[in-house]
């Protein structure tokens, strides 16, 4: 029989081994959890609206995925300034920490691009500059507007470059041949050339204390970038073109055509219901915009969420709830919000746009929902008159014998009549006065089976009633 002492110390051993179990058990785990992610943006091909959609669709990814690193594997000749320029500001407000990883070549804008991240490394070998600006199908533009441009450009890469902790004098030169580049009185290059730089020469170092004139260093492979920024053994995310960013960028462009047609799409599935075409249209319609600002890298779930409750809000207000309140205004907002945001340019880690980045999106969708009210406006007046609406809202024939009377023979006779709801009437329906099922509408409210009406007016075909 063991004393307390004895009892007390095997139970603490007993202890210890429990757990060493527990922390053996949970330990791969934990590592697995501890790794670092990195995402990787592969762009090997010309700078154009199409990279601005990947780098951001890479950031997108790189915020949700919570990574640790966005690398840009860099590989081309450069391209559009303007896409530069949407890239620049998107980088500078990455939530993570960027790198530039030159893969052979990062010419013009490739170049400009590398100047927003953290730190630039390069393979042994591959070059960076040659920025200058120049003009689809001309080698170089005339003087004063190439003065002009360069000037831009200049105070463009100074600033982006500066805001990254890299020498702005650099980037410059690689902008215009004019400057030339000296560091701590050495010529790296002399003027009248562009700068372009080697993998060794990029990081030659230059004054006291030594400091690196671009690159953070020369790497064979992504696995060794990862080694000297401290992400070894971190788990990669690639992101490359996979065509859809052309797709998207089409899609986007016609957006507010979109919202035209599912908004159109959703009023004429009101006016008819159970025709189901109409509602099929505007279902591709919403599909495909929120599917464009997908690829653009800009809308998330959050958006189609938003959306969706807002149609379910305003399905329920229709169909359900009588009359127009609360429900219904909500589903409003909710559906116009989530169409807004969806197309909103939001800097990486943002919660909310700023009223510059609102602006562009509110005006896009001011003029889409004018266009909705025109469009609907003209349906009103003319569509009832085509024989595709008269097929769509009459699927039966409503005879005489079975109690049915047009519009147009009830005018005389039952102007003023009152009836009752034989349908709900949202706001069309049937009513049925006496012995006789009339289609009528009514001025805007929503009135219940069953309910009692009166007919006050008849416009033609159209038969108005209001609620007793």
């Given at each position: 029989m063991l004393d307390g002492g004895t009892g007390g110390i095997v139970r603490a051993m007993k202890l210890l081994r429990c757990a060493a179990v527990l922390l053996l058990t949970l330990l791969p785990g934990w590592r697995a959890v501890a790794e670092p992610t990195v995402v990787v943006v592969t762009i090997r091909e010309e700078i154009t609206r199409n990279t601005t959609f990947l780098v951001r669709r890479g950031l997108r990814e790189a915020q949700e995925k919570n990574a640790s690193a966005l690398i840009l594997e860099l590989d081309t000749n450069g391209g559009r300034l303007d896409a530069t320029e949407d890239i620049l500001p998107l980088l500078q407000h990455s939530p993570v920490k960027t790198y530039t990883f030159i893969n052979t070549k990062a010419y013009s804008a490739g170049a400009i691009i590398a100047s927003a991240t953290d730190k630039?490394?390069?393979?042994?070998?591959?070059?960076?500059?040659?920025?200058?600006?120049?003009?689809?199908?001309?080698?170089?533009?005339?003087?004063?507007?190439?003065?002009?441009?360069?000037?831009a450009t200049r105070a463009l890469v100074r600033a982006t470059a500066q805001n990254k902790g890299h020498n702005p004098d650099v980037f410059e030169a690689m902008v215009d041949k004019d400057l030339g580049l000296v560091v701590a009185g050495k010529t790296v290059c002399e003027k009248g050339k562009l700068l372009t730089l080697t993998a060794d020469e990029a990081g030659q170092a230059y004054g006291e204390p030594a400091t690196s004139l671009l690159s953070a260093g020369t790497v064979a492979t992504m696995a060794e970038l990862l080694a000297a920024t401290g992400l070894k053994g971190a788990t990669i995310v690639p992101v490359t073109p996979y065509g859809f960013e052309?797709?998207?960028?089409?899609?986007?462009?016609?957006?507010?055509?979109?919202?035209?047609?599912?908004?159109?799409?959703?009023?004429?599935?009101?006016?008819?219901?159970?025709?189901?075409l109409p509602g099929l249209v505007a279902a591709i319609a919403f599909g495909l915009y929120f599917l464009g600002y997908f690829g653009a890298g800009l809308a998330g779930w959050e958006e189609v969420a938003l959306f969706a409750v807002g149609v379910v809000l305003l399905a329920l207000e229709i169909f359900v709830i009588p009359g127009f309140g609360v429900t219904g205004?909500?589903?409003?907002?909710?559906?116009?919000?989530?169409?807004?945001?969806?197309?909103?340019?939001?800097?990486?880690?943002?919660?909310?746009?700023?009223?510059?980045?609102?602006?562009?999106?509110?005006?896009?969708?001011?003029?889409?929902?004018?266009?909705?009210?025109?469009?609907?406006?003209?349906?009103?007046?003319?569509?009832?008159?085509?024989?595709?609406?008269?097929?769509?809202?009459?699927g039966t024939t409503?005879?005489?014998?079975?109690?049915?009377?047009?519009?147009?023979?009830?005018?005389?006779?039952?102007?003023?009549?009152?009836?009752?709801?034989?349908?709900?009437?949202?706001?069309?329906?049937?009513?049925?006065?006496?012995?006789?099922?009339?289609?009528?509408?009514t001025e805007g409210d929503f009135i219940l089976k069953g309910d009692r009406i009166r007919i006050v007016a008849v416009e033609g075909s159209r038969v108005v009633v209001s609620k007793c």
């Open positions: 630039i490394f390069m393979t042994p070998g591959s070059v960076i500059g040659a920025a200058t600006p120049v003009l689809p199908g001309l080698a170089e533009v005339a003087a004063a507007e190439r003065e002009k441009m360069n000037s052309v797709l998207a960028r089409w899609i986007t462009t016609i957006s507010p055509l979109l919202i035209i047609i599912g908004m159109v799409g959703i009023f004429i599935e009101l006016k008819t219901p159970g025709v189901m205004i909500a589903g409003i907002l909710a559906i116009a919000a989530g169409l807004l945001l969806a197309m909103v340019e939001r800097w990486p880690g943002a919660t909310w746009p700023d009223w510059m980045q609102l602006q562009p999106a509110i005006v896009r969708l001011g003029l889409s929902l004018g266009g909705t009210v025109v469009v609907c406006a003209l349906i009103v007046r003319w569509l009832p008159q085509t024989t595709l609406f008269q097929k769509m809202e009459l409503l005879d005489t014998k079975d109690g049915y009377t047009s519009s147009r023979d009830a005018a005389g006779a039952l102007l003023g009549a009152e009836g009752v709801a034989e349908t709900q009437l949202r706001p069309a329906g049937t009513g049925k006065f006496g012995e006789h099922l009339v289609d009528v509408v």
